[in-house]
């Protein structure tokens, strides 16, 4: 628990977490931090919250923008003594995003990256699944899209280019 300044009684780590899933991700601002696994634990150490967060990927720009975000929903709560902590070990997976953002990113047209368990190289074989139709009859056109973690497909069956989310 946790004082809150404002006298409205203790903030429990579990409104903390509610809280944080409000900071969106800055790549993909339609999922949240949480909803992607990039924040993986809230704890509360000497009267310091202490977040922890694995980035998708090392030395990504959008790595401040998340920190300071993190800060900035923290304070509106009343509480300013915050760590943000990077876990690199044991390094972010797609596997770790949630059901729901994955159907938030397919509203986007962007398809999820496929559920691996760490067998990656099967994954990369394994056919995607048009985000617009559904279609598994899809192409992979170019292994960079507009960002390193996307990839270009193109449907063959509604004839629609998209991007999936590398499965990483
Ligand atoms: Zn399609």
Same mark, same amino acid.
């Given at each position: 628990?946790?004082?809150?300044?404002?006298?409205?009684?203790?903030?429990?780590?579990?409104?903390?977490?509610?809280?944080?899933?409000?900071?969106?991700?800055? *790549?993909?601002?339609?999922?949240?931090?949480?909803?992607?696994?990039?924040?993986?634990?809230?704890?509360?150490?000497?009267?310091?919250?202490?977040?922890?967060? +694995?980035?998708?990927?090392?030395?990504?720009?959008?790595?401040?923008?998340? *920190?300071?975000?993190?800060?900035?929903?923290?304070? %509106?709560?009343?509480?300013?003594? #915050?760590? /943000? #902590?990077?876990?690199?070990?044991?390094?972010? +997976?797609?596997?770790?995003?949630?059901?729901?953002?994955?159907?938030?990113?397919?509203?986007?047209?962007?398809?999820?990256?496929? #559920?691996?368990?760490?067998?990656?190289?099967? /994954?990369?074989?394994?056919? /995607?699944?048009?985000?617009?139709?559904?279609?598994?009859? +899809?192409?992979? %056109?170019?292994?960079?899209?507009? +960002?390193?973690?996307?990839?270009?497909?193109?449907?063959?069956?509604?004839?629609?280019?998209?991007?999936?989310?590398?499965?990483?």
């Amino acid at each position: 628990m946790v004082r809150n300044p404002d006298s409205r009684g203790a903030i429990s780590l579990q409104d903390i977490w509610r809280a944080l899933d409000d900071v969106v991700d800055p *790549e993909i601002p339609v999922v949240s931090l949480v909803e992607m696994g990039i924040i993986r634990d809230v704890m509360e150490v000497g009267g310091r919250i202490v977040v922890k967060m +694995t980035p998708t990927f090392a030395g990504c720009p959008a790595l401040e923008v998340m *920190e300071s975000d993190i800060r900035a929903r923290l304070e %509106k709560m009343g509480i300013d003594l #915050v760590d /943000v #902590v990077r876990a690199l070990d044991p390094p972010w +997976t797609s596997d770790w995003i949630s059901e729901s953002a994955r159907r938030k990113i397919k509203q986007i047209g962007l398809a999820p990256p496929q #559920v691996h368990g760490g067998d990656f190289i099967n /994954v990369l074989d394994a056919p /995607v699944t048009c985000p617009y139709c559904d279609s598994f009859n +899809t192409t992979l %056109k170019n292994s960079f899209g507009s +960002t390193p973690c996307r990839m270009i497909y193109y449907c063959n069956n509604c004839s629609q280019p998209f991007e999936q989310f590398r499965p990483l």
